[in-house]
């Protein structure tokens, strides 16, 4: 379309109009954005999802100018897990997760597809990146604590630390190849991961890679299929 939205790190929410090079900012208000740290988006329809980072998740209705906010409540066994969002994962059947300070979020909606709970999986985990591999399992990247697997359909779990051979324990970002081998950025370098085998191979410094840390938000498959991870000294191509 003619618009794009920008979230921001601290400075609230952007809408800018690409044809007239003009911007509209939201900032955090009482009955509007809960947060100013804005950290993930996603636009279903006249709604748009923002993933805030000390506000929990907020649906902006484009049509009717209004927000919606949904909070970590600890009387409501249903209510987010944590108010410190970090991403969102759209699966291909459709189905939300949320992955937070406390784990990670399945979104249960409503026939209008707005959320009248959450199921909260992992809350002693801080989350990073989720990504939905080509058998549908959900892929999830922690802060120190490695890499999980998870079967919706069966709810197992597998993890995978440094013990396995994992480059790092931080997994900033997730990327899957067109041989379905997954492309982890972490705190040490990057890591080719065969989900058959089972088997990592890790990249750094001597391998010839400028970035041997990543960041989190960084990372993009691209149509033609080159996958780029950005770290705290440029990008990896």
Known sequence: GDYLWIGTFSQGLDLLDIKNSTFQHFKSSPGGLSDNNVYGLLKESNYLWILTYGGGLDIYNTLTKTFRNYRYLAENPKSVSSDLGRVFLKCRNG???????????????????????????????????????????????????????????SGEFEHYTTINGLSGNTIYGILEDSGH????????GLSKFDPISKKFTNYNNASGLENTEYNYNAYYKTKSGDMLFGGITGFTR
């Open 95 to 153: 189905t939300l997760w949320i992955g937070t300070e406390r784990g990670i979020n399945k979104v249960i909606r409503d026939d209008s597809g707005l959320p009248i709970g959450f199921q909260s999986l992992m809350k002693d985990e801080k989350i990073y990146t989720l990504h939905e591999d080509f058998q549908n399992n959900i892929w999830i990247g922690t802060i120190s604590n490695g890499l999980y697997r998870y079967n919706p359909n």
């Open 181 to 188: 081998r997954l492309w982890l950025s972490t705190n040490f």
